[in-house]
């Protein structure tokens, strides 16, 4: 993120697929391509990041299948995410919002039914396409400095401009915050939503390392990055989406909003967490063997006992879960998703069948694992039924166990 070359490999994964690469049947048995999964740290500015970059178009532009409306409670945080931010930064009616990496452009309606000028970015042609149908301005393309210069010639300088996990997604974030300071009017405001490297530390939420994920974001390389081109992040604010993420609002240096101590709060969390130092992730690399160890152990006692298992959710970060910890067509008899793109397709390498969650009635297996842990509680919260009368669910992470 700085422009280094002072980087320590601290975590090394299961080489994947990209974790979207999901496989129709005519597909399986041809050759998939595999890419390494290993974790650097920055010795200059304490950012961490993947080794390797995976192609972008291979990422976004064939196989993606990601739709931010299949998750309610992720809708009701985007909902409530507007209103909170026409109140503190005084959004006025007619302003342009921009959305970098809007998806299927859920985020963007609410601001377009509060009266908003909306246009939307993402690189993901489907998902785009139907954004555009249902009457949200989507421009299908890679956000850049270069695009900037276009949207700001076409539509204006931008009111505010807002990124929901996007960032993280980004190979050379700097272009990305030119191109975010070329739009944004005088007195606007850039307010992005990321993961944070310190819940993903603290849980041991390994499973978010994945190609997508070429970034695992602190305040303080934030900080350092925004001062560099003339920015300046004035608060941060730890929110749960995601598993635990921090939205990070941002304005030109000088700009009419005052900075708050969270900044430096947060910043000190980190330093008292070690996260500015690659010692600390050789520990979490040991973590994560401890987790592996304690869920295969749980796994495999069920397995032997003739219990049926079920996987719950094929989100991208499953298909890291499942091959750093063995989780094969032996261990998972089936998945079940919410998300129709993904339903009647098969995992990466494994092959196991993703179906709908009526299968969990129909199949009745004995437990069922959520890969998507991120929202297993309005995922058993929805499926109570299942629990109350035909088996258990079980948490990989933190500490792997059976929901009694």
Partial sequence: MCGGNNLTKTVKLTPTPPGNDLLTKDEIGRKESIYPLDLYFCEECYHVQLG?????????????????????????????????????????????????????????SFFKDKGMNI?????????????????????????????????????????????????????????IIKGVKHCLDENG???????????????????????????FHTVAPFEKLFSRIGMEVISVERISPQGGSIRVMTQKRGGKFKRDNSVDKLINLEHELGL?????FYKFDKKIRLVREKLNKLVCKLKDQGKTIAGFGAPTKATTLMAHFGLDEKVLDFIVDDNPLKQGLYTPIT????LSAEALYELQPDYVLVLAWNFAEPIMKAHQMYSDKIGKFILPMPVPRIVE
């Fill in 52 to 108: 390797h970059v995976v192609d972008p178009e291979i990422l976004y532009q064939k196989n993606y299948t990601y739709v931010s409306a299949t998750s309610s409670q992720f809708v009701d945080h985007l909902s409530n995410y507007v209103d909170e931010m026409i109140k503190l930064f005084n959004i006025k009616t007619n302003s342009l919002v921009l959305d970098i990496g809007s998806n299927d452009g859920t985020c963007l």
């Fill in 119 to 175: 246009v939307g970015i993402d690189p993901a042609r489907e998902i785009s396409e139907k954004a555009i149908e249902n009457g949200i301005e989507t421009v299908n393309n890679f956000f850049s400095f270069e695009l900037a210069l276009e949207l700001r010639k076409k539509y204006g300088p931008a009111q505010f401009i807002t990124s929901h996990n996007t960032c993280a997604h980004i190979d050379n974030l700097l272009d």
């Fill in 189 to 215: 405001v850039f307010v992005l939503e990321v993961g944070y490297l310190v819940d993903v530390y603290n849980n041991t939420w390994f499973d978010t390392i994945y190609h997508e994920h070429l970034d």
């Fill in 276 to 280: 500015d130092k690659a010692e600390t």
């Fill in 351 to 354: 092959h196991i069948p993703i």
